[in-house]
């Protein structure tokens, strides 16, 4: 056996090995696609033989019985070394996919990044479903999101960055949509809603702007709404099923606000607070029950938002990641 030696080549790792040879050599490699009645599988490169990057001009590979994607390409041996950074997935969509990677047989992996939504008011919206009904059509099985919990640990722009959350089960409220939370809401919080939409529909997202209009909304519909949760079953029963968990951000995100910071070593007798303490923070009988009901509204219409947009994936063969 040979073995290969590694090479830095600019920012590339290279495993490599210099083989004489005469005639020609075969290469082979495996790739994997489903759905496969209507595409067609093509290999491009930089090189003649790989149509010089145009996918009019790229080699179409055939699809063998046993499932593999192949094709027979001469290339002179003065054009070596190739590379073929490139597979086009051709379809009656045309959909290109540039440096598309195959992943397991069983699913399809794609690089639409987002759709964006007409309302900036709503990210859950019923918009965002047209990234389902996308993946379904181009055969997509998996869409993979990046971490949706809530972050708010500064309450500014920093905050932004998904991977510094505050829990792993509390959602963020940057992902309310304002819509579906109170569908019959009265005309002034329609109007907000709209105003909100028009001063936000910018070509990046305004964080802390978003998250300040958010909550003002939200918490209009949450005064409106409050006192028919205790009859809400819907909203009793996420409580119950989550209370663990929802009692404990709660107390923390209303002593986030009150102390003016999320370190809680600065809290003082509060700052590790017992399973007591937090009973009598969130207890309905305190005076600022109102704050902390209104994290758990917050919490409910996400969950029930996020349930229904995996529901509406897994209704169309599409899993959410």
């Not at 379809?91 to 309302?119: A, I, K, T, Y």
């Not at 909203?235 to 606000?257: G, I, K, P, V, Y």
Request: with cysteine.
């Amino acid at each position: 056996s040979k073995k290969l030696t590694c090479e830095h080549l600019g920012d590339e790792l290279v495993w490599q090995m210099f083989l004489p040879f005469e005639g020609y050599v075969t290469f082979e490699y495996k790739y994997y696609i489903v759905d496969n009645e209507w595409n067609i599988m093509t290999v491009i490169g930089p090189s003649e033989a790989l149509g010089r990057g145009d996918p009019e001009r790229s080699v179409a590979m055939a699809l063998s019985e046993d499932g593999q994607w192949q094709a027979d390409i001469w290339i002179p041996k003065q054009q070596l070394p190739v590379k073929y950074p490139s597979f086009a997935l051709l379809n009656p969509l045309d959909l290109l996919r540039s440096r598309g990677v195959l992943m397991e047989e069983d699913f399809r992996e794609g690089l639409v990044s987002q759709v964006r939504p007409e309302c900036i008011a709503g990210v859950l919206s019923d918009n965002e479903f047209r990234l389902v009904d996308l993946a379904h059509t181009c055969g997509f099985q998996l869409i993979q999101l990046l971490p949706v919990n809530d972050t708010s640990v500064h309450k500014t722009w920093w905050d932004s960055y998904p991977y510094s959350s505050l829990s792993v089960m509390a959602l963020h409220p940057l992902y309310l949509n304002l819509q579906a939370v109170m569908p019959n809401a009265p005309h002034n919080v329609k109007d907000e809603i709209e105003k909100m939409r028009i001063r936000l529909d910018l070509p990046e997202v305004d964080y802390e702007a978003t998250m300040e209009a958010k909550l003002r909304i939200a918490k209009m519909c949450f005064d409106l709404q409050k006192a028919s949760l205790p009859q809400d079953e819907r909203f009793q029963h996420f409580f119950t099923e989550n209370r663990e968990w929802l009692q404990s951000h709660a107390a923390f995100c209303f002593l986030r606000d009150l102390m003016g910071t999320s370190e809680h070593w600065r809290w003082g007798a509060l700052s590790s607070p017992t399973t007591e303490q937090i009973e009598n923070i969130t207890s309905s009988e305190s005076q600022h029950y109102d704050a902390i009901a209104f994290h758990y509204y917050i919490q409910f219409h996400l969950h029930c938002q996020l349930l229904s947009a995996s529901e509406y994936a897994c209704r169309h063969g599409v899993m959410l990641k």
